[in-house]
């Protein structure tokens, strides 16, 4: 029974979110576009070097290691 209210509730906030609207008079120029590709690839670059620095402690996290018996074995080398 709730799930049919559920279904029901949600036909009735789509119906009311997309049939109602009215049309909106925006512009958007090439411009923004490529702004909005730039910062995606920003934000994907800053991930992936924020993993690079972080990977040890992830990696000792996930096999329940000590991250600093690996950074011993650096400094003999």
Do not use: C
């Not at 702004?35 to 670059?45: C, N, P, R, T």
């Amino acid at each position: 029974m709730k799930t049919k209210f559920g279904v029901v509730a949600a036909l009735v906030l789509w119906w009311s979110a997309f049939m109602t609207a009215r049309p909106v008079y925006a512009y958007l120029d090439p411009g923004a576009g490529s702004f909005l590709f730039q910062l995606l690839i920003g934000a994907g670059v800053s991930a992936l070097f924020l993993l690079k620095i972080y990977w040890k402690k992830i990696k000792s996290f996930v096999t329940k290691q000590d991250a600093d018996a690996d950074d011993d074995d650096d400094d003999e080398a």
